[in-house]
C-alpha cells in the first residue's frame, strides 16, 4: 500500500475497462466493487475519484463506482466520432487538476489505450508518478513503457475474490521475474542495494513488475523466494540491504 498521505487522483475509461477485464478477471465480476475500492486506496488518498462512459451501456455498474466515491462523467455516443470521447475527457480533466491541484503527487489511469501515452508523458513532464491499470488483453506497449509503473486490473481482482486467484497465478512466470530480479541487481549502482532501491530498477527495466502478479504479499515475500541469489545483509532505515550470492564455481 502507498503512502496513506500522499495525494492521488484516480481517472478511468470505464469502457476501456470492461472490454478488457473479463479475460483479466478469469471469469468472474470483471469489476468487483472491492476491487474498485482498492485501487483507490492502494497508492495514497484518492482525493480525486472519476470515470468516463457512456453509462446507458455501463448503468449496471454505477451502484459499485458510487459505493467508492468515484464521480460518473456521462459521455453521449456521437456516432463514429464519438468513440474517443472518454479519452479526449479524460485527458483534458486530467491536465487541468495538475494546475488546479498542484498537491497531487500520483495519477493513477486506467486505460490500456496508446492514446493516452501523451498525456502520461505530459504528467511526468510535470513530475508526476504515473500509474496505468489496465489488462493483458488490451493494455498497449506503448502506453506500458511509458507508464512510471503499470498494474494489471486482474491481480487486484485477485486480491479480493482468491477464486481468481489460480488464474493469476498461472498467467505469470516467475522464471521471467527471477530474470528481471538478476538483470536489476546487475544494474545496481552499489554492491548491497537496498530493496526499495532494487523494487524501483526491476519497474523502470519493466513497468509491469509487480510480485503480486506471482501471488507474493509484498516484495521481501518475492525476495525470500529467490535465496539462491539474494540475500540480507544489514538495515538501511526501515528497508533492508541485500547481496548477490556467489555463483558456485
Request: with cysteine.
Amino acid at each position: 500500500m502507498g503512502d496513506v498521505e500522499r495525494q492521488v487522483a484516480v481517472f478511468i475509461d470505464f469502457e476501456n475497462l470492461v472490454c478488457g477485464a473479463p479475460q483479466g478477471a478469469g471469469g468472474a465480476d470483471p469489476v468487483p466493487a472491492d476491487a474498485l475500492g482498492r485501487l483507490c486506496r492502494y497508492y495514497g488518498n484518492a482525493a480525486i475519484r472519476v470515470a468516463y462512459a457512456d453509462w446507458s451501456r455501463f448503468g449496471g455498474h454505477q451502484h459499485k463506482l458510487a459505493m467508492n466515491g468515484i464521480d460518473m462523467i456521462h459521455i453521449a455516443p456521437a456516432g463514429a466520432a464519438g468513440k474517443n470521447g472518454a479519452d479526449i475527457r479524460m485527458a483534458v480533466d486530467a491536465v487541468e487538476t495538475v494546475f488546479i491541484h498542484p498537491a497531487l503527487e500520483v495519477f493513477v489511469l486506467v486505460t490500456g489505450d496508446s492514446d493516452y501515452s501523451a498525456l502520461v508523458g505530459r504528467l511526468r513532464e510535470h513530475g508526476k508518478y504515473v500509474v496505468g491499470v489496465g489488462t493483458e488483453s488490451n493494455a498497449s506497449r506503448r502506453l506500458v513503457s511509458v507508464c512510471s509503473e503499470y498494474k494489471y486490473w486482474g491481480t487486484l481482482v485477485a486480491e479480493v475474490d482468491p477464486a481468481v486467484r489460480p488464474v493469476r497465478d498461472a498467467a505469470f512466470r516467475l522464471e521471467a521475474a527471477e530474470a528481471l530480479l538478476l538483470r536489476a541487481f546487475e544494474e545496481a549502482t552499489t554492491d548491497t542495494p537496498t530493496a526499495a532501491s532494487l523494487k524501483s530498477r526491476m519497474r523502470l527495466l519493466d513497468p509491469t513488475f509487480d510480485e503480486r502478479n506471482h501471488g507474493f504479499r509484498n516484495f521481501r515475500d518475492f525476495l525470500a523466494a529467490f535465496p539462491q541469489h539474494v540475500r540480507p545483509v544489514g538495515h538501511s532505515g526501515a528497508d533492508i540491504t541485500l547481496a548477490r550470492v556467489p555463483v558456485a564455481s
